[in-house]
């Protein structure tokens, strides 16, 4: 079954937000995207500040979930559940 747009949006700030910080390949394997697609979806996620990167105390950049990107994931869950209520 193909993912939707918001649907990849979401398992990707899902997965940083269980791994509070991670290096952007284990992001890559985990979102089961291409590297071409992953790319795509990682640039978007900074420029809408969904998601932030920055240098940890060893030099090495990780991605973390914003308080945009938790209120995403709220908003996502919400609107799941509408639809589920109303059997949409």
Do not use: H
């Not at 990107?69 to 996502?76: D, I, M, Q």
């Amino acid at each position: 079954m193909k993912r939707e747009r918001l649907e990849i949006i979401r398992d990707i700030l899902l997965i940083i937000r269980d791994y509070k910080s991670i290096k952007r390949t284990p992001l890559l394997r985990k979102s089961n995207l291409s590297s071409q697609r992953f790319s795509e979806y990682f640039k978007e996620l900074l420029e809408k500040e969904l998601i932030g990167e920055a240098t940890d105390s060893k030099g090495k950049k990780k991605v973390s979930l914003t308080e945009k990107g938790s209120r995403y994931l709220e908003k996502y869950r919400t609107i799941v559940s509408f639809i589920d209520e109303f059997e949409l």
